[in-house]
């Protein structure tokens, strides 16, 4: 059977799997009112603002214990919510078990003397619906945040993901003024060297900074490789493989270092090219030709994939050998995409806190906070899934 009509008949097959699993889901479902969407974290961030805003407390907070009551959640997540709004400015700590008290604040600008709307510039190296949906999801988030706080909102798409040095056409094209503000999504040297060129001021979510001082707040995608390395380990994997895809140099080598610790810790040996192949294109021939080479030299127990294009070609070509997941191979998506959840067997994955990185974006654009050492690294949730087992005998 060719390639093309192998991808056809198994694109029928998900189709049908997956309005079965609708069905399913959906009696299941029937007798709720309601499915919780929001954290309990984000939740609580969110009532004890509009707590602050309203003037509820002039000075200082009850006690964890209290609001713990008062929200209806534990002691932790109201400590995670407090810290949260200390890094918003809302806040600010009294000391070691010492309540939070509330920081004074502008009164508000008299009709006459009203400031101008702050603007933000929202920018992206291709249009916002075509890029990798866990950026998007911060960005649009960023973006409800911001018009709520009454800020000028613009986006601009710029072609900077390959570019090797700044672009003469950038200052036109971008739009920023020195001392204006911009926020970047994977965002790369080239782009940060033109910024601090033009004075503009910066933020990367996600992306490479080369060297230069630009902050970024950014899930760490070397971190996430390594929990997954470790749990695959640990169930007898040894032959895993990640395809380095379209990614820049320096992350490649920080991916690579990651694998290579994991396997080196366990005893195992660390071959660049069979472990952690890379290409300088993202396409599905790629992929596939590296899926090819792999199996033909040593088949794969456990796969571990970017990006969900990747992965999406990867499970064709691994139902074309007749392979089934977990049975025969593993699979981890390390991102986070909501078409995982029509994924069978459940696929095993992280989900990034999209909120939280949106609050501190927002927080740096307001001045209120300055990640350490240019970069605030946010941790994501391991969904453990269903697509994990022991390697075959």
Known sequence: MSQQACLKTRATTIARNRSLDFDRMTAKVTNVSAIKRVGAIEAAVAALRDMIETGKWADRLPGTRVLAVQLGVSQPTVQLALLELAEEGL???????????VKN???????????????????????????????????????????????????????????????????????????????????????????????????????????????????????????AYQRLIELGHHRIVTPLCDRPPSYI?????????????????????????????????????????????????ALVLLDWRELVTTFCFLSCLGLKVPKDVSLVLLNDQVDAEWFLPRLARFKFPTYRMARRIKAWLEGKWEPNHMRATVPAEWVPGESLAPPPK
């Open 91 to 101: 806040l600010e700590s009294g000391g070691e078990r010492k309540a939070y008290r």
């Open 253 to 301: 080598e920080s991916m690579r270092e990651a694998v290579r610790s994991q396997l080196e810790a366990a005893g195992l040996p660390y071959s660049p090219a069979y472990h952690t192949p890379e290409s300088k294109y993202l396409r599905q021939d790629v992929s596939w030709g590296i899926m090819e080479s792999l199996f033909k030299r040593e088949r794969p127990t």
């Open 105 to 227: 604040r502008c009164v508000k600008s008299s009709p006459g003397n009203v400031p101008k709307a702050r603007r933000v510039i929202l920018l992206t190296h291709q249009a916002l619906e075509r890029t990798a949906e866990s950026g998007r999801k911060v960005l649009e988030t960023l973006h409800r945040l911001l018009m709520a706080s009454d800020w000028d909102v613009e986006y601009r798409v710029v072609d900077f993901l390959h570019a090797r040095a700044p672009h003469r056409n950038w200052d036109d094209v971008i739009g920023a003024e020195p001392g204006e503000l911009v926020v970047a999504l994977f965002g790369r040297p080239a782009l940060a060297e033109w910024a601090i060129k033009r004075g503009v001021k910066i933020i990367f979510h996600g992306g490479v900074t080369g060297g230069f001082q630009v902050p970024m707040v950014a899930v760490k995608s070397s971190h996430l490789l390594t929990e």
